[in-house]
């Protein structure tokens, strides 16, 4: 593609759309056009942030939104939905960090991946990419350890376990070859059993501004392995995603994901 990529952001006056609008108006590959942040935002109408064209304001929603390649959705589901709506309408590409989401949405969003390309993720930085893969090659080599998740975030943070904690539990199952979510175990308040063999457990911690830290644990009998990965700054993620962003400019409809950028990194300048 020899002209830039047109994105449109959702979420922007978040915490993740923030830091993505301040990489992407710096980055000649992109240019902005549209930016939605929640419909009762004090934002609506206000400048996106420092560098983005002048005449470009925060939108309330997608409507009158100019045609885009992609859109970088980090919101809730209830926004991740209708930046898919718009996607579906006009064809964008859907890039979505959004995490939380029920299995309405998810079913919704692979149904859409028939007609445009999305790529989700739960966690685009690369150090979380290869984590989920060395604990899956771990998971397969120690099958009877057991396999605990231990996430912590910022007090804002509104889902738990987190997208990210998930996606490690799921990494222990495929390594297992089983299926992640019938042997999660969220809560064990008033459980009086033993621990299930071949349950994976999931703990939260949340407070202050920690940006996020998963302790994958897989333990054994008087020895365990731990695989950490601490997120400090969240232009981490920004960064992934885009990079991502302009690897799925390039690509056919689809449910694409972070493994695939990384399996297939080439993108035409
Ligand atoms: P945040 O609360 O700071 O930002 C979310 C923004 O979405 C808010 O500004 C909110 O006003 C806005 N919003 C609410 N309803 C909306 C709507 N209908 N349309 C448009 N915008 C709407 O949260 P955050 O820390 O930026 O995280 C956002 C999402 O991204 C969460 O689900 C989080 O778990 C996820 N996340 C993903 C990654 C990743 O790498 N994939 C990294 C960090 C966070």
């Known amino acids: 593609m020899t002209r830039a990529i047109r994105v449109a952001i959702n979420g922007a006056a978040g915490r993740m759309g923030s830091a993505v609008c301040a990489l992407l108006v710096r980055d000649a590959r992109f240019t902005l056009l549209h930016a939605v942040v929640a419909p009762d935002s004090t934002r609506v109408g206000t400048p996106v942030c420092a560098n983005a064209p002048a005449a470009l304001r925060c939108a309330r929603d997608w409507r009158d939104a100019p045609a885009v390649d992609v859109v970088i959705d980090f919101s809730t589901p209830v926004g991740l939905g209708a930046a898919l709506a718009h996607c579906l309408a006009g064809g964008a590409a859907l890039l979505t960090g959004t995490t939380g989401c029920d299995a309405a949405m998810d079913a919704r969003l692979l149904a859409a991946s028939a007609r445009i390309a999305v790529l989700r993720a739960a966690n685009f930085s690369l150090g979380v990419a290869v984590l989920r893969r060395l604990l899956r090659e771990a998971a397969a080599a120690l099958p009877a350890w057991d396999g605990e998740i231990v996430e912590a975030h910022h007090g804002a943070k509104r889902d738990a376990p987190s997208g990210t904690a998930l996606a490690l539990g799921d990494a222990i199952a495929q390594g297992r070859h089983t299926v992640g979510e019938t042997s999660f175990v969220y809560n064990r ?14 703990a939260t911690v949340r407070g202050g501004d920690i940006v996020g830290e998963h302790t994958a644990m897989l333990i054994g009998q008087g020895e365990r392995l731990e695989l950490v990965h601490r997120a400090t700054d969240r232009s981490i993620f920004a960064r992934g995603a885009l990079h991502a962003a302009h690897w799925l400019s390039q690509r056919a409809p689809g449910a694409w994901t972070l493994e695939d950028v990384l399996a297939n990194p080439r993108v035409d300048a």
């Open 189 to 202: 308040t008033g459980l009086t059993d033993e621990r299930k063999q071949g349950s994976i457990g999931f």
